[in-house]
């Protein structure tokens, strides 16, 4: 087999390339922190009974960042709630579209697909099950 010395080469560029965004993101983390900026949930989260959910629709859970939708066959699927455009918490859910009230992003609540810009970047999928009856959602599984 002969051997590639470029492919090693461009796996070192790529790691030295990366390192840079790596910062960045520290940098942001640490940033944030206590002055209220929404966020979601880090830890499983009670939503309420699994009964008010019905096929085909959607709910909004605005207290805890989280919507969560139901498929014909009864599945559940949960995201985040919180714009991937710039961070904000969407307060507003219509059918099953989620509306940004920052710049107008919307979002598909039954996949997190971005339908309307200015996002770009699907919503957050979090890890969702009923209990006892009880939706939970938690971080993403
Ligand atoms: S933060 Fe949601 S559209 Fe800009």
Sequence with gaps: MPARPSASRRTVLR???LTPVAGLALTACSGGGDGG???TPTAPVDLGAESELAKGAAKLYRDQNVVVSRAENGDLKAFSSICT???CAINKLQGTTLICPCH???FDATTGEVVQAPATV???ELSV???DGKIVAGPAA
Aim: charged share 20%; aromatic share 0%.
């Design 15 to 17: 790691g030295a390339a």
């Design 37 to 39: 900026t929404p966020a």
């Design 85 to 87: 455009h710039a961070g």
């Design 104 to 106: 107008g992003s919307e």
């Design 122 to 124: 699907p919503l957050k």
């Design 129 to 131: 099950e009923a209990k």
